[in-house]
């Protein structure tokens, strides 16, 4: 039952231009919403976060926005960088769960 | 401030054999989060230890177990492996129970 899913397996954007990273959910019951970069041979990073109660949040070059009515999220990247290049994963919780649910995630390549 | 880790770094084992894994917390996190990641997929929640006592279990059999212990480091204990446990296995820790995870590198299991 996957309930968080990213249906864009790869995504490829030149160094400088905006990468976009969409993440759909299906469980309403969802309120933290968590975005993590993962590079081979290392664990994922945490990058994001927002809140349900938000629907945009920005820190640095990352932003996040949430539109819950769609069950919908997504990750900017401005400008992307070739350090960007890594699989990036879409993770959602339930109020009071640890638990998170991952999606299958999208690899980001940056090209020069 | 150290992060976490996890050991060993890969492990081979054969069918029907048992296996620990072994997560160190972040300094002052008390919550700690078991994956398994298999190949192309997300993460999937294992569970969720906090305080030394279980909080939240996935979809995984009881063959899977695990602790906590005091200075809240863990183990995760997979008895009778199959072929399909093969997977990097991701330890998360938190400062509590729905803060954010950081994760570590993963232990790499492979079961012939």
């Known amino acids: 039952d996957q309930q968080v899913k990213q249906n864009s397996p790869s995504l490829s954007v030149q160094e400088g231009r905006i990468s976009i990273l969409n993440c759909d959910y299906t469980?309403?019951?969802?309120?933290?919403f968590l975005w993590y970069k993962k590079y081979p041979a290392e664990g994922p990073t945490f990058l994001i976060s927002?809140?349900?109660?938000?629907d945009k949040n920005e820190d640095g070059r990352f932003t996040v926005f949430l539109n819950k009515s769609a069950k919908h999220l997504s990750l900017h990247i401005v400008p992307s960088q070739p350090g960007d290049s890594a699989v990036y994963f879409c993770a959602a919780r339930k109020k009071g769960w640890g638990k998170l649910q991952f999606g299958a995630g999208t690899q980001v390549v940056v090209t020069p | 401030e150290t992060g976490v880790t996890q050991s060993p770094t890969h492990l081979i084992k054969t069918r029907g054999q048992q296996v620990t894994l072994r997560c160190s917390s972040q300094s002052g996190h008390n919550t700690v989060s078991w994956y398994q990641q298999a190949l192309g997929q997300g993460p999937q929640f294992i569970f969720q230890y906090y305080r030394e006592e279980e909080n939240g279990r996935g979809n995984f059999p009881p063959r899977f177990s695990g602790l906590q212990f005091p200075n809240y480091s863990s183990e995760l204990n997979v008895n009778a492996l199959e072929l399909d446990d093969s997977a990097l296995y991701l330890c998360?820790?938190?400062?509590?129970?729905?803060?954010?995870?950081?994760f570590g590198p993963g232990t790499r299991l492979t079961v012939l």
């Open positions: 998360a820790s938190s400062a509590d129970r729905v803060d954010t995870q950081y």
């Open positions: 927002i809140s349900s109660i938000k």
């Open positions: 469980n309403s019951m969802f309120d933290y």
